[in-house]
């Protein structure tokens, strides 16, 4: 068994130590991306018993954050038993930047001020594993259109 030397890899168990690294902090309050979801969930169940909004369905979505570290570790055994890795960083990446995204369009950029170390760090690695899979697709396209270039 070898881990290999190709960044999505890195990557990958980079998403994965993010993933428990604070995600947000109020105050001496902090929570993780494995808590995430749980953690918000309990918050409008509070809200909710003193009359505020009640948690609504949509609040289920957050449960896709576990995909993160599921797909990065995936990633990482595709990567020691030689397969191909692409789908799996590529999915990996978009549903991270997919899921800021969201945050963004549903609460404005007022959701940054909460961020901590673990948010910023998913974010950035997500986008540097969104870039290195394209890099890697461009090489192989280049490769292909020189071998036909030098065939002909």
Known sequence: MKITDKLESKFSIALIVAFFLPWFS???????????PSAVIAMYELRAS???????????????IYLIPILSLATIILDIKGKNI??????????VL????????????KAFNGFSIGAYLTLIIAVLL???????????????????IETV
């Open 98 to 109: 997919g899921s800021f995204i969201f945050l963004m369009i549903t609460t404005g950029l």
């Open 26 to 36: 109020m105050g001496i309050v902090s929570f993780s991306g494995y808590s995430l």
């Open 50 to 64: 003193f009359g505020g909004k009640s948690p609504n369905d949509a609040l289920m979505f957050l449960y896709l």
């Open 130 to 148: 969104l870039v290195k899979v394209f890099i890697k697709l461009d090489k192989n396209s280049q490769e292909i259109e020189q071998s036909n």
């Open 86 to 95: 692409k789908i799996t960083a590529f999915i990996t990446s978009v549903i």
